[in-house]
């Protein structure tokens, strides 16, 4: 598999659940980003890690959470979420994170009943 | 005001038509601009990227960048229902934190 590679595509869960969602970049870079994409608003960043170290959480609720094992991979915990929560979780990597251009995968699509 | 000003549309043009996709910033540091294209369904791929001021050409595709009128274009020449997507302008400034439009979405019918 070439790029970044997210799974699952779609998920939906209960306000009580736990689920992961899963990202693996196969590019060889050393940053990787959440992103959550909602309708009619920008895509909004929520983590950022750098050589496997989180250098951003951009004010994101603690009922997500992002774990970074090595530079290829990383996972975003989810537990008692909220139907406002519901979007599209977008994953990105760059060679550095320093302003370069962002690879996205293809996203999750989550739904909180 | 926002950083990044992007106007949603959605637009729609008939095919073959000239496209102009733009827009405007109020952060006069930001250095790097990128377009990237959103499919339904998928995540974005980048289309192009720009270093500061100037044009690109890549294809049908030229980007434009104005740092004086904090504006930034992307023209579609020859325009083609396989162009129908949604475009977002993103930029930064030398961090790692990007920041993007809200996207336009266009349709280009035969």
């Known amino acids: 598999e070439t790029g970044v590679t997210q799974t699952p595509r779609h998920l939906v869960m209960g306000m009580t659940n736990k689920k992961s969602l899963k990202c693996e970049q196969h590019l060889g870079h050393n940053a990787m980003y959440w992103y959550k994409q909602s309708a009619k608003k920008p895509l909004e960043l929520m983590f950022v890690y750098s050589l496997e170290e989180r250098v951003e959480n951009n004010s994101v609720p603690s009922r997500f959470s992002p774990e970074c094992p090595n530079s290829s991979h990383l996972f975003l915990h989810l537990h008692t979420l909220q139907p406002e929560d519901s979007a599209l979780y977008l994953c990105?990597?760059?060679?550095?994170?320093?302003?370069?251009?962002?690879?996205f995968g293809p996203g999750t699509r989550l739904l909180v009943l | 005001q926002k950083e990044v000003e992007q106007d949603p549309g959605p637009l729609s043009v008939p095919e073959g038509a000239i496209v102009s996709l733009n827009c405007t910033y109020s952060?006069?540091?930001?250095?790097?601009f990128m377009w990237y294209r959103q499919y339904s369904r998928k995540g974005p791929e980048l289309l192009m990227y720009t270093y500061s001021s100037g044009n690109k050409e890549d294809g049908r595709f030229t980007a434009q960048v104005d740092k004086s009128s904090k504006y930034i274009s992307l023209f579609i020449r020859d325009s083609q229902p396989s162009d129908s997507a949604t475009y977002l302008c993103a930029m930064s400034h030398n961090t790692d934190k990007l920041i993007f439009g809200t996207g336009t979405r266009l349709q280009v019918f035969p």
């Open positions: 952060n006069s540091a930001f250095q790097y």
């Open positions: 990105a990597s760059s060679l550095n994170s320093d302003g370069e251009t962002q690879y």
